[in-house]
């Protein structure tokens, strides 16, 4: 089989160092799809003792702001983490976690205190001890699971801004001390603007938390492949270009076997997968976000038949892409 779009003269071994830029590139891909669904943001008011235990958050990132006061952030088998004042902790797949004012203190369940977190709505928890008082925004961030790539699965269970980083990002300050203003305005779009208002909290956030493991690959294992990492950032921004398995393989210098089953390893999926969920989302982007005519759609994307294009995009998204556009305009 002929390899598509390689350049033999810039054919490397998958251990060579990585290229300036490469996991700028990497991460980048990390934020581009990410687009919230919708937001439960609550605000803390506790007094120690005071500590609780949240589960799982599938399909949604979790956000911590200490507003005022301070307090631990713990997990099974991970370091405990202080959070002071300023602090933004940020659980990009929503690990499960305790917050507590000691990290050896045992918690009640969210759900006993917050029955009730659906999207789109607000809530307060009220802890009235007699020892040090502290404020907190915190928010569920939920994400369309099926946008979100798999390498969201390869990033550390927490991510974590101290004050003075925060502020050296001064619109994700003055972004979160909106959100966690008591008095935020409340008026028409409300909520939407909140969701947006986040979304943007998330990104700016992430960023230079991302910047930061780009610098230490020792951090984040899929940095410390770069024929994985090339491989990963091909699919996502070189759609047009008809990739097999055997060609990406190719590109990085890699066998098809090797290749397989290292990028199931460091992206959590299948090679396949990941290819077709990107080409889906690129796809699903163009409907919706641009006026290209449906029959330039498929071209774009990688597919060069038109039938194969809608029978895989009728499978990923339970419509036909003229359904998804007239869908997605009616949403608007």
């Known amino acids: ?43 803390w008011h506790v007094r ?7 589960d799982a958050e599938h399909g949604c990132a979790v956000l911590h702001y200490v507003v005022e006061g301070a307090c631990w952030i713990t997990a099974d088998d991970e370091t405990p983490v202080e959070l ?11 690990a499960p976690h305790r917050l507590s ?12 205190v917050l029955p009730e977190r659906r999207p789109g709505t607000s809530g307060e ?16 961030l939920h994400y ?52 947006r208002a986040f ?24 940095l410390r492949h770069p024929g994985i990492s090339r491989a990963v950032v091909m699919m996502a921004t070189r759609f047009a270009e008809p990739w097999t398995i055997d060609s990406l393989a190719r590109e990085v210098g890699m066998s098809r076997s090797a290749f397989t089953a290292a990028f199931r390893e460091l992206v959590g999926e299948s090679p396949a997968r990941y290819l077709s969920a990107r080409r889906m989302q690129e796809a699903g982007r163009l409907l919706t976000e641009t006026s290209l005519p449906q029959s330039a759609v498929p071209e774009r994307v990688g597919y060069r038949s038109a039938v194969g294009f809608h029978l895989a995009f009728r499978k990923w998204f339970g419509m036909t892409p003229g359904e998804y556009r007239s869908g997605e305009a009616r949403a608007a």
């Open 144 to 195: 369309d699971a099926g946008v979100a790539t798999g390498l969201h699965t390869s990033l550390p269970w927490a991510l974590v801004l101290d004050r003075h980083q925060v502020d050296r990002e001064p619109l994700l300050r003055d972004t979160l001390r909106l959100l966690a203003a008591p008095d935020r305005p409340v008026g028409p779009g409300d909520r939407v603007i909140t969701l």
């Open 1 to 43: 089989m002929e390899t598509v779009g390689t350049d033999r003269h810039d054919q490397r071994d998958p251990l060579d160092p990585p290229r300036e830029g490469e996991h700028e590139d990497l991460l980048s891909e990390l934020l581009r799809p990410l687009r919230l669904t919708g937001v439960f943001d609550s605000r």
């Open 101 to 112: 004012d000691r990290p050896d203190r045992q918690g009640v369940p969210l759900k006993a």
């Open 48 to 54: 120690a003792p005071w500590a609780i235990e949240g």
């Open 199 to 222: 979304e943007m909290a998330l990104v700016l956030a992430l960023r230079p938390l991302l910047r930061e493991l780009a610098d230490n690959p020792a951090s984040l294992p899929l």
């Open 125 to 140: 928890i009220v802890i009235g001890g007699d020892g040090p008082e502290g404020r907190l925004l915190c928010a569920g």
């Open 84 to 94: 002071r004042a300023g602090d933004l902790a940020v659980f990009p797949t929503g």
